[in-house]
């Protein structure tokens, strides 16, 4: 007998389909030339609904800040659950390259970014979030380090962490300048993986 979803569930579910519908006009219209209505009508919902779960624009931006985060937080928490989490990375680099060569992508970030820039209260969930997956980041890489990461100042675990988010998003930007990024996986991952070694091997 399957088991009927609770309503938090269901508004949880709601709330997704949003952001998902969201997502996509941002990524082919920008911010600030999607609208409700259009979001509306790709989440298959009233504007009315949508109001009930956002109470405006910004705020879906937001929330679709903060789930890219939880998503990025919940893989680094997978890598530190491997017994030798750079082995695991190094086995995932082609995979991670791949993803953060995808244009679409790409011109979503790009737009957070921009709006961002002039936006204050979205500025503020960007920091805040992006604070958030350094702190983790630099728990992955004292992890990986061990019992070197002792004899390393704070500063060059911070600026290991900075260094390898710059990596993955300078991908991101590229894949708009260069499309045909996602065909060239094969010929970057070695040396990704070089450089992996040098901010997370011992």
Do not use: W
């Not at 949880?12 to 911010?31: I, K, P």
């Not at 017994?83 to 390259?97: G, P, S």
């Not at 991101?172 to 996986?185: G, I, L, N």
């Amino acid at each position: 007998m399957s088991v009927s979803p609770t309503p938090s569930d269901r508004a949880l579910a709601r709330r997704q389909q949003v952001l998902d519908a969201a997502a996509e006009c941002f990524r082919r219209r920008g911010f600030h030339a999607a609208s409700m209505a259009e979001i509306a009508k790709t989440a298959g919902m009233s504007p009315g609904h949508i109001y009930n779960l956002f109470e405006n624009k910004d705020d879906i931006i937001a929330a679709i800040v903060e789930r890219d985060c939880a998503e990025v937080l919940g893989r680094i928490a997978e890598f530190q659950r491997e017994e030798d989490l750079l082995q695991k990375m190094l086995a995932e680099t082609e995979r991670a390259i791949d993803e953060r060569s995808q244009v679409a992508d790409a011109a979503l970030q790009l737009e957070v970014l921009a709006e961002a820039s002039r936006n204050p209260r979205l500025a503020a969930v960007v920091r805040q979030t992006e604070a958030l997956v350094s702190r983790k980041a630099q728990e992955l890489i004292r992890q990986s380090l061990g019992k070197h990461a002792d004899v390393l100042p704070p500063e060059e675990i911070e600026g290991r962490a900075l260094l390898l988010g710059a990596l993955f998003n300078g991908l991101t930007a590229m894949s708009v300048r260069q499309p045909d990024m996602p065909q060239k996986v094969a010929v970057m991952a070695p040396v990704m993986r070089r450089m992996l070694r040098v901010l997370l091997a011992p």
